[in-house]
Structures are given as structure tokens and as C-alpha cells.
């Protein structure tokens, strides 16, 4: 029984978060425009027209090539694709193809199972978008609005060994492009589009089989399954004794089935050559270096220092360091704070989070600032207020954006440490509920909760717990 | 002399003196068109009537109400005594290659005879902007594939004011016609292998293709990318000059428009040729005939033009220049194969956008579907030149051939280029600031003479393509006539924005036949038309 | 590099150039082509060396003659609606055009 290792490669298409479009001053992101109002002589391929580069593509697309590994060239050219297809206005996309923005690189890929898979990137480069159609009752609807996006196009080797690892990278890659800022990397959205190239081999061999491409994969979870149902469909054909071809395959959502594609466009020869109306894109020494200082440090680098120099568990670090604003909020109050780390990373991992999620904010929207989180904590380990308070204080501090002392302040919800005054509120509890008394040394221990509760409650939640605790043993014996 | 005869610049100074109204202008250039125009180019002219060969038809559609309102306010402006700007009052067509915004810029085509451009061309824009009467658009060959005009679907095609029997030279064939016979001053063309200076010399007017790059595209239908250039056809060097100030220099909508001064034109064009080196070489006095089936001979040029070069050569000498012969141009003859490779291939891919979906000509047959849609649009919109030139650039591109064809002329290129390199290098063999040359292999041929025979046809550019490969600019000047009595264009070719030496050499080869019986010549159209 | 192009190579450029031609027209283009080709092979003869390398535009463009890239600023386009206007079929703002040829499904 042979036992068969698939071979996978991706290709990712990344919508660039630019203000305007490549090659037009048109808006990059029409999401929500009518059909055709977001479009201007040059995006729709009007006669006469030229392009004229947007810097901030090239930019954007340098950060990436960087945050990849990738050598950016300092001389790259523009080249025409032509083939027919009516999202197409100028019967050729501009793209780059033998001479692009970056080559080479790779991103490392941390698997849950504990080893790391490295994708290597085989192609780096910056192309325009095409227009979006739709079917509608025997003919096709045609939208340019989204003509002229600037894209990003990577092409990885064909490293990847699963569903579940092409499904990480695209994690990976999607966590990194929203951290630097360069994509908004939605790929129900379109921001991030991705085809897969799947084939089989005898494992260990070194060669590679025919391979299917896989279209039409709108999420990270459809790419995981598609590629899943196409490896063992390729092992089945191949153990029946029956050759795979080179097909195209359309994955369908709602069936969750894979249906074979046969589309012109992909048999065409695109006749490229140098796009005559653009001049090599020129990236000298300075504006590499400006743009370079742009990076920032990057997920997996942070995460490791995070585990290293904050004592944070992995766990911890992956979360904090998930998303860049939530990330970067963490170290400012860590550095507010300067206790230990942990402490911080667990008021933000439950309580801030939470709010987070409920309001459907991001922590860079927050009124309450990573020194207020500190000066929260703060306050709690001094016992100044109890746990529960701090958790209400967060909600205060966001609703008012005022500073947490101040808030304590006015509304005085300092604890009660005032062993007289939680004495005698203990005393009336006890005497209001005897049958409570009762059970409890009776033996239904578990009732101390619902009396801590109870002093809790009538002191408005403002009395030390802990101290409470202690007078509610001493008296109920 | 009517006032539709006097140059720009003599037109300008009565309308700063007063002593004209751009009104009148105006008035006297639209007496001329009905004069001498004829019908306009039209999809379906129908039978040929008997004016039709006596007429010029320059022009396919007109900007009259346009013009009128322009010319008013000029008038106001000057009245007001504010500056209505460089080209204020001046009558001026414009080659129907443009985008001009509420006309129909049709590319001389079928395919674009609908268009409706929303949007104008820069030069056009800036001419405009300088107070420019734009009378109209002025008839091409389609697309402007071609040295004759006879391939617009716009038919009649034009006529050479010189001889109605005769070509006007093309593409910018209305162009030249139209500023021959008086119906404009000026003219905006484009020259791509030499399409303003090949129907300048044939219809002895000037016409210069400035640098690649000196004059934005922005709104140029385009034919082959690297290598198109607007530029101005008028009747006197000066014109020329004073056009090409108010067209040139960058252009945000054009990443290819350089980022060159604009320099004075004018300023310097009285200054002579004193110590200035120009040079001729022997391959430009022998060109390549092409046989019917397509083998090529080589052989001299006719002696007329020859003569009319080495007349200017002399005359140059005697005003101070140095004249500098056996400049060798080895590379000359391949830029007629290259620019088969190279320009075709550019005009496929930018013929692509023709397709019937989103503006143009769809076809109003049924069809099965898009792929359907699109052939039978192509098919009935594009004529036979468009349609030759996308086969030859799908042939020349394919992935299996474009190492041995497409990269290979793109690598010839580089050596026409160093050719001109060589000889204008300042610190090489020839030092040279200009290289004069005949502009065209022969002088205009007859209407349906040499229309059928493409390659034929294209040998009509090959002593201006050269320059277009290189970018250099060039400009052609009218030389007097040959025995037939039709124009002789000479040219000049100069380093990278070197338009105002060129035109200063221009000026001074004017002044130096200013009194030659030759320019006191009409145009055969004028007793035509009577 | 004598070849000429035959009927079958021919057919196929027409198709891939989205043509179709009648039977004059295409045994015209095919004859011109094939002249052309002749013009076009003088340039197999010429000593090319490896080192002369290929000009996609004659001038030099230096870096100090090049236009640079554009600011990312957003100026929308005054009259979208007249680039519309200029389309053969308009549906509720979309360009409207046949469907697609049949893609195989299984």
C-alpha cells in the first residue's frame, strides 16, 4: 500500500488598503458603491488612456515583500497580460511578469501540532484588478467600480502538506497583512483571494505530479476542505489505476463539492511584454529606506519575545500578539504598569477582550487607555478596590473616559476594609437568614459563597471579600 | 490674401492691433472650408459625386458653434485688454485620433464612429486653454495605419490641395490638407513613423514630431505606444513653434511625459545656423523599393529630392553652418522591418479594448454568445487595416515566435538608436546638431496607386521611422516642387529636445528661399474650387 | 526563418484576435502578411551580439527626465455617468453583454 504525501502550492491575490486605485485617482474600496459610479476614462479602458503608478502601491507592496523575506529589486517593469474576458477593460491586465517588484523569500508557518512548515514564495508582484460580473438570466452583468484595485500577487512553492497547513498560512498571512497595515485581508470581502495548486506523490519522492488548480475558494475554511476532498480524490483515481489531470476545478459552497472547470482564459498565451506606457518602477536607495523604517516587528518575532522577556506563556503571547492594535496596547500597559506582565495579559485576555467582542470594537478604539488599564490593576493589587470593582471600573472608564482614580474618587468605591462596618453588616445578615445559619453549621459549607454574596450585595459590592469572608467564619463558627 | 491664408503668428499680431476681430477669422476660415472642403468623410457616402475629386474633404466633423463661442470670447478678452492667450483667435483642426470632449473621436473607424468621448485630450485641452479656435476634426487613416489617408471608413478620403488626383500622405493626411489649403493655420497630427512629417512634405506644409515624450499622449487613440507623438503641422516654421510651446511638456496624466523644460520656441528662431554642424548621409539618398510580392531592391532616390536636400545643404553653408557629408547610418534600412515587428505588436494589444461591450460599435446581429459578440463587432467594425496589423502582432508576439521577432527588433532598435547616438555625440566622430535628410522616398503618389500593397505603403516612411524608433525629433520642411509640380519635404533630425535648434535650422532655411518662385505657389485646389 | 504562414496558422490568429473574415479578405491578410514577413526577415541576418540589449523606448529615460509616481490622493471622476452613456447595453448601472461561452461542468 503506497502511502501517498500531497503537494500543495497557493496562489494568493491581496487587495492593497490604498486610498485610490493603481494606475487612477478612483477610490480603491467601492464595497459598497452602486455599479459603476466608482470609475473614471482610465479604469474602465476608455480610448486614449494611460496609467499613471500610485507610490503608495509600491510601498505597501515593499512592506510585505520585507515582512516575506523577499529581495526587492530596485529596477522593476510593468508588463501587459492580454486576453479577452469582460471584467477586462483593456483587453490586458498590467502586471509584472518576468522582472517584478521582489522575488524570493518565505514565511514560516507554526503548526498547532508543534512543528513549523516553511512556505517559500516563488513570485512577489504588484498588478491591477479586474471589474467583478454576474450571471442574471442568460447574460452578464458587468461592475467596474473594482477595475484598477492594486493587488499584491504571491505564489508560493509547492510546500505545503494539508488542507490544515494551507488553511495556517493563510492565517498567518492574513494576521500579517492586517498588521502591517498594508490589506484589510477579508476574504469574504474579496481583500484576499487564493487559488490552489494540489498534486499527489509516493512519499519521499522528489518529483512532482500532474497538478489540479482549485478556484473559487471564498474562505479560510473552504480552502482547507477543498484541498482535503482533492487529495483523497487524486489517491482514489490514482489507486484505481487511473492518471490525474491537469484540470481546473471550481469548488462549489453550498454542495461543498468540486466540479471540473474548463475555462479558455487559462489555455491562453497572455503575449506578454513591456508595458510601453509606464517607466521601470524605480526604487532608489532613499525611498527603500524610508519605507523600510515603516516595519514594524513582525507577529512570530514579537510573540517569541513576548514568551522570552515577559514570561508569558505560549498560549498568552499568541493571543497578544494576534492582532496589532490589541498587541501594541499590551506592551503600553505593560510598561505602565511594571509588574508582572502576566497580570496585565490576563485582565486584557478576559475582561477587556470581552468588552471588546460585545461592543465590536478594536482595542486601538478604546476610551480606556493602556496607563488606565495599568492604573486599574494598580489599584486592585493594592487592594485598594476589590477584583469585581476592577472589572466595573473598566466599564466606567470606558463609558466616561475618565481616569480610574478620579472615578473612585466620586463615587467612592474604595473598599471597605473597616473591620467594625462589615462586622455589623455580617451580624444583621446573620440574624435576617437563621435557617441559612443553620444548614451551614449543619454542614453545607458551600453556603459561605452565597454569604459573602449577601454582605457583598448590601455593602454594594465595595466590601472587602476577603475580610468579609474571614468575620463570616469567625461569627458562624 | 485672405485672412485664412496668413500664418498664426501674422493672424495674432492683427488681432492684438485690433486691426482683425477673431470673428472675422473665423468668418474668413469657414468661407474657405465651404470653398474647398466638399462633403465630409461619412460612413456611407453612397455614389461619388462629380465635385467629390475636385474637393479637399479634410474634415469628418466640425466644432463650428464651439468655435463661434470661443472666438467671441476672445474678442471680449481683448477687448477687456486682458491676454486671451498664445493661439487666441487662431483657426486650428484637429486630427479625429484625439479625444476632444462632446465630439465624436472616431479614429477614422467604424468601430468608434459612435464614441462620444467624455473627456479631452491634453494637447487638445492646452490649445484650447491658449484661446485656439478649434474648427473641427479632421480626417485619417484608420487608426492611423497608413501613409495615404485612403484607409478611413470615413470616406471620401482627403485629396492633396496640390494635385486632387494625388494623396495628401497619411496618417495625418486632414491634418496636412486642411492647414495646405487654408482651412485652418495649424493642425494637431501624430507621427508614429512618420505620419505628420510624410503628409507635410506631401502636402508642402511643415510638420515636426517632437521628442517621444515632449508633448503628453493623454487622450491619443493609441496605435503603437513607444513610438506615437503628437505634434503641430502649420504653414511656417514659426507656427510650428509657437503651437508646440502652448502642446509641450509634462502632464500628470502621463507618466511618459518628460519632465523637460518647455524653452521659448520663438525666442531663439531668428538666431541662423552660424558654427552649427549639419550633416548628411549617404542612406538616406538610397531607399528601399519593395516588389509586388514583397522582395525589396535597393535603389537612389529620385534625383529631385536629392537635389532639394543638397540645395538646402548649400544654402545652409552659405548662412554659417557646417556641412558635414558621408555620415554613415548603417542601421537606417532595418527600421522598416522593426517597425513591422514592434509596431504591430503594441497595436494589437491596444486594439484589444475594442471588443463592442462598453462603448464603440456592437454589433446589432444575434449572437450565441460574448466570444460571438465580440468577433462579429471586430469583424464589422474594423477595416482591413486594423485588422492586418492585429494578425501581424498576434503573429510576432506568440509566445513561440516573440524571442526570434519581437525581441529581436526591440534589440535592432538599440541600434538605430546608437546610430543617431554616434553622430550627435558632442565628444564623438560627427559631432553633428543636426543630420538633414529628403523626408519621404518619393513625393505624393496617385489615389489608389499603391492602397492594396501594405508593405508598398509602409516603405513610404521608411527615411522618417528611424527617427520615431530613437526618439529623436524631427521636422519636415517644405522645399519647393518637382517636375510634376508636387511639394518636396526636406527633414531635419536632431538630439533628444533639440526641437529648438531644429527649428531655428528651419527658419533659417525659410528665410534663406524666401524669395524663390516656388513659394509664391497655390495650391491646385484653389482653381479647383472656383 | 523562411517560413510563411499557411491557412492553419492563420485561422487560428484570426480566432485568438477575436476575428472572423470572409474568404477574400482572409486570403488577402494571409498574402500581405506573408509579404510583410519578407521585410520582417531582414532582421534575422543582422549580427546581433549578446550584449546589445533590447530598447523599449528610444529616449533615455534618467531618473531626472521621469515622471515619479503619483501622491495616493482620491479625486473622483466629475461625469462617470457619461462613461456609462457610452455603452451599447446599460441594466440598473450594469454594462450588459451576452453570457459567457458554456464552461464544462461535470
Known amino acids: ?477 | 490674401m485672405e485672412l485664412c491664408d496668413l500664418s498664426a503668428l501674422e493672424l495674432s499680431r492683427l488681432l492684438r492691433r485690433r486691426e482683425v476681430s477673431a470673428q472675422e477669422i473665423l468668418d474668413s476660415t469657414l468661407e474657405r472650408i465651404r470653398a474647398v472642403d466638399g462633403r465630409p468623410g461619412t460612413l456611407e457616402p453612397g455614389e461619388a459625386l462629380p465635385e467629390d475629386a475636385r474637393r479637399i474633404h479634410a474634415f469628418i466633423s466640425f466644432t463650428e458653434d464651439q468655435a463661434r463661442a470661443q472666438a467671441q470670447a476672445v474678442d471680449r478678452q481683448l477687448a477687456a485688454g486682458e491676454d486671451p492667450g498664445l493661439l487666441a483667435g487662431i483657426p486650428f483642426t484637429v486630427k479625429d485620433i484625439f479625444c476632444v470632449r462632446g465630439t465624436y473621436s472616431t479614429a477614422a473607424s467604424r468601430i468608434l464612429a459612435n464614441f462620444r468621448a467624455p473627456y479631452t485630450a491634453t494637447p487638445v485641452e492646452r490649445m484650447l486653454a491658449a484661446g485656439g479656435l478649434m474648427i473641427g476634426k479632421v480626417n485619417l487613416d484608420e487608426f492611423t495605419y497608413g501613409s495615404s489617408n485612403e484607409s478611413s471608413a470615413f470616406q471620401p478620403s482627403p485629396r492633396n490641395p496640390w494635385n486632387l488626383d494625388r494623396v495628401p500622405g497619411g496618417s495625418s493626411g486632414g491634418s496636412a490638407a486642411s492647414v495646405a489649403a487654408g482651412e485652418a493655420a495649424l493642425s494637431l497630427g501624430t507621427d508614429t513613423a512618420g505620419s505628420i512629417r510624410q503628409p507635410a512634405a506631401f502636402c508642402g506644409v511643415v510638420g515636426m514630431k517632437p521628442t517621444y515624450g515632449r508633448v503628453s499622449r493623454y487622450g491619443l487613440i493609441a496605435f503603437a505606444s513607444s513610438l506615437d507623438c503628437p505634434g503641430p503641422l502649420a504653414r511656417t516654421v514659426a507656427d510650428a513653434a509657437l503651437m508646440l510651446r502652448v502642446i509641450a511638456g509634462p502632464d500628470e496624466h502621463d507618466g511618459t511625459a518628460a519632465l523637460v523644460e518647455v524653452p521659448d520656441y520663438l525666442a531663439e528662431l531668428e538666431r541662423g545656423v552660424r558654427g552649427l554642424r549639419i550633416g548628411l548621409s549617404p542612406d538616406y539618398f538610397r531607399i528601399t523599393a519593395p516588389n509586388p510580392d514583397g522582395s525589396l531592391n535597393e535603389e537612389p532616390i529620385a534625383p529631385e529630392i536629392e537635389r532639394a536636400v543638397l540645395d538646402a545643404a548649400r544654402r545652409l553653408r552659405e548662412m554659417g553652418a557646417e556641412i558635414i557629408e558621408d555620415v554613415p547610418m548603417p542601421n537606417t534600412r532595418y527600421g522598416i522591418p522593426a517597425y513591422f515587428v514592434i509596431s504591430r505588436v503594441e497595436a494589437a494589444s491596444n486594439l484589444h479594448r475594442y471588443d463592442g461591450a462598453k462603448y464603440g460599435y456592437r454589433t446589432p446581429d444575434p449572437v450565441d454568445d460574448l466570444h460571438a459578440m465580440y468577433r462579429r463587432s471586430r469583424a464589422q467594425g474594423f477595416g482591413l487595416q486594423p485588422k492586418l496589423r492585429i494578425l501581424m502582432g498576434m503573429y510576432v508576439s506568440a509566445a513561440q515566435y516573440s524571442a526570434q521577432y519581437y525581441r529581436r527588433a526591440l534589440r535592432v532598435r538599440t541600434l538605430i538608436r546608437r546610430d543617431f547616438d554616434r553622430i550627435f555625440d558632442p565628444s564623438g566622430p560627427y559631432r553633428l546638431n543636426a543630420l538633414l535628410t529628403p523626408t519621404t522616398p518619393t513625393t505624393a503618389f496617385g489615389m489608389g496607386a499603391v492602397y492594396g500593397d501594405s508593405v508598398l505603403m509602409q516603405y513610404a516612411d521608411q527615411l522618417t521611422v528611424p527617427s520615431n524608433h530613437a526618439g529623436i525629433p524631427g521636422v519636415s520642411l517644405p522645399a519647393g516642387f518637382d517636375a510634376a509640380g508636387l511639394p518636396i519635404g526636406i527633414q531635419l533630425l536632431g538630439p533628444d529636445f533639440s526641437e529648438a535648434d531644429l527649428l531655428r535650422i528651419g527658419r533659417a532655411y525659410e528665410l534663406a528661399t524666401a524669395g524663390e518662385p516656388w513659394r509664391a505657389a497655390r495650391p491646385a485646389i484653389f482653381d479647383a474650387a472656383r | 526563418m523562411t517560413e510563411t504562414i499557411p491557412p492553419d496558422v492563420f485561422a487560428h490568429l484570426v480566432g485568438l484576435a477575436a476575428l472572423e473574415l470572409s474568404a477574400a479578405e482572409a486570403e488577402y491578410l494571409r498574402q500581405q502578411l506573408n509579404n510583410q514577413l519578407k521585410a520582417i526577415h531582414e532582421l534575422a541576418a543582422i549580427p546581433l551580439d549578446e550584449t546589445v540589449p533590447v530598447t523599449s523606448h528610444g529616449v533615455p529615460y534618467t531618473p531626472e527626465i521621469s515622471p515619479p509616481p503619483r501622491a495616493d490622493e482620491w479625486r473622483p471622476y466629475p461625469n462617470p455617468e457619461e462613461i456609462l452613456e457610452q455603452a451599447p447595453l446599460v441594466d440598473d448601472g450594469y454594462v450588459v453583454v451576452p453570457e459567457i461561452p458554456h464552461t464544462d461542468l461535470e
Not at chain 1, 90 to 110: H, N, R
Not at chain 1, 205 to 224: G, H, Q
Not at chain 1, 307 to 336: H, I, N, Q
Open chain 1, 1 to 477: 500500500m503506497t502511502e501517498y504525501e500531497a503537494v500543495i502550492g497557493l496562489e494568493t491575490h491581496i487587495q492593497l488598503n490604498t486610498i485610490t486605485k493603481i494606475f487612477c485617482a478612483c477610490k480603491a474600496d467601492s464595497w459598497f458603491d452602486p455599479p459603476n459610479t466608482n470609475i473614471c476614462p482610465v479604469c474602465t479602458g476608455l480610448p486614449g488612456v494611460l496609467p499613471v503608478l500610485n507610490r503608495a502601491v509600491v510601498e505597501k507592496a515593499v512592506l510585505l515583500a520585507a515582512a516575506m523575506h523577499s529581495e526587492v529589486r530596485p529596477l522593476s517593469f510593468f508588463d501587459r497580460k492580454n486576453y479577452f474576458y469582460p471584467d477586462l477593460p483593456k483587453g490586458y491586465q498590467i502586471s509584472q511578469y518576468d522582472c517584478s517588484l521582489a522575488a524570493g523569500g518565505y514565511m514560516d508557518v507554526p503548526m498547532p501540532q508543534g512543528y513549523v512548515r516553511r512556505v517559500n514564495i516563488h513570485k512577489l508582484h504588484i498588478e491591477e484588478d479586474a471589474g467583478k460580473t454576474k450571471n442574471a438570466g442568460g447574460v452578464r452583468l458587468i461592475d467596474f467600480n473594482r477595475c484598477g484595485v492594486p493587488l499584491v500577487e504571491m505564489v508560493t512553492g509547492p510546500d505545503l502538506r494539508s488542507g490544515d497547513e494551507a488553511a495556517q498560512y493563510l492565517i498567518r498571512l492574513r494576521q500579517l497583512l492586517r498588521w502591517l497595515g498594508v490589506s484589510e485581508a477579508d476574504m469574504e470581502k474579496g481583500h484576499l483571494r487564493c487559488d490552489a495548486n494540489v498534486s499527489i506523490r509516493p512519499r519521499g519522492a522528489d518529483y512532482l505530479n500532474p497538478k489540479t488548480e482549485i478556484k473559487n475558494v471564498n474562505s479560510i475554511d473552504a480552502v482547507r476542505e477543498a484541498i482535503t476532498r482533492e487529495i483523497e480524490r487524486q489517491i482514489h483515481e490514482t489507486e484505481a489505476g487511473r492518471r490525474i489531470e491537469a484540470w481546473t476545478l471550481d469548488w462549489d459552497e453550498e454542495t461543498g463539492r468540486l466540479s471540473k472547470m474548463r475555462s479558455k482564459e487559462t489555455e491562453a498565451d497572455y503575449r506578454y511584454f513591456r508595458e510601453p506606457d509606464l517607466l521601470p518602477v524605480r526604487l532608489d536607495d532613499a525611498w527603500r529606506d524610508a519605507i523600510l523604517a515603516q516595519l514594524p516587528e513582525l507577529p512570530l518575532a514579537r510573540r517569541a519575545r513576548f514568551m522570552a522577556d515577559y514570561g508569558l506563556p505560549e498560549y498568552d503571547a499568541e493571543l497578544l500578539t494576534g492582532e496589532r492594535g490589541l498587541s501594541d496596547y499590551f506592551e503600553s500597559a505593560v510598561k505602565a504598569y511594571g509588574g508582572d506582565p502576566k497580570r496585565i495579559s490576563n485582565w486584557l485576555l478576559n475582561d477587556v477582550m470581552r468588552m471588546l467582542n460585545d461592543r465590536g470594537m478594536s482595542a486601538s478604539e478604546l476610551k480606556i487607555t493602556p496607563t488606565h488599564l495599568a492604573e486599574i490593576v494598580k489599584l486592585v493589587d493594592a487592594d485598594t478596590i476589590n477584583t469585581s470593582t476592577g472589572k466595573a471600573l473598566l466599564v466606567k472608564v470606558q463609558e466616561s473616559g475618565r481616569a480610574p482614580a478620579e472615578i473612585v474618587q466620586a463615587e467612592g468605591l474604595a473598599q471597605v476594609k473597616d473591620d467594625a462596618a462589615i462586622r455589623a453588616v455580617v451580624e444583621a445578615i446573620l440574624q435576617a437568614n437563621p435557617k441559612e445559619v443553620q444548614a451551614y453549621r449543619g454542614g453545607k459549607t458551600t453556603l459561605m459563597g452565597w454569604f459573602v454574596g449577601q454582605v457583598m450585595r448590601q455593602m454594594k459590592g465595595k466590601a472587602d471579600p476577603n475580610l468579609a469572608r474571614r468575620v463570616l467564619e469567625e461569627l458562624l463558627g
